[in-house]
């Protein structure tokens, strides 16, 4: 079960609506019982887990593209260059500009 809701996040953590009652209801399970079971079993809350894969693939992107900051934030799921600048910085200790240098 868990496989297939984390195939489904790797499947589709570019579309910004993604959210824990979407993964919830694809695999077919109330929100609150997804939220208890994944967090048991990953060992991280969803968003935390949907966080960290959208970051890990920004980060792949700026590696391997010219794209430009704004276009990564939006391929990885963020409406907002802002709100991704501060949750790449926080994770990765360094702004997106900073780390493609």
Not at 74 to 91: A, D, I, M, P, W
Request: glycine share 6%; net charge positive.
């Amino acid at each position: 079960m868990m496989i297939r809701a984390k195939r489904f996040i790797m499947d589709n953590y570019a579309n910004p609506e993604l959210t824990l009652g979407s993964v919830a209801s694809f695999i077919g399970l109330n929100e609150k019982y997804f939220s208890t079971k994944f967090t048991k079993e990953e060992g991280m809350t969803f968003s935390n887990y949907l966080t960290e894969v959208r970051i890990r693939k920004a980060r792949e992107l700026m590696e391997t593209t010219d794209l430009k900051i704004y276009e990564i934030s939006q391929s990885v799921g963020y409406n907002s260059v802002e709100h991704f600048t501060r949750v790449f910085k926080k994770l990765c200790k360094v702004s997106p500009g900073g780390y493609r240098k």
